[in-house]
């Protein structure tokens, strides 16, 4: 039986079984909303990429049904702090989890 975990807890297993998934940064809602350390965190990690900021939501993706398109994502292709926050605003009111994804034209 499957226990189902957020979108970005899925995509951590296979980084530990050497599959190449695109890099990402999640964060809990009381991290975005206490404090803006992550931003300092995405600015170093990601500086001069294109981002998504995207939702990572428990019930998102089940066996009983999909929830695609419940959730927004928003692409950054200007990485600030004013955009990060901005942007990061917008996909907490929904959720308790969001993720911070490297942009690939492949997905």
Known sequence: MFGFKSKSDTLKIPKKKNININSF???RKHQ???SHDWVNLVLKKF???T???RSS???EDRISGSNAGKYDS???DVINSKNLINSSKKIIKKLNLMMIKLFSKNF
């Open 25 to 27: 940064l999640s964060f």
């Open 32 to 34: 975005i909303l206490n």
């Open 47 to 49: 500086r001069n990429k």
């Open 51 to 53: 981002l998504i900021i």
């Open 57 to 59: 939501a428990l019930d």
């Open 74 to 76: 928003i692409k950054i």
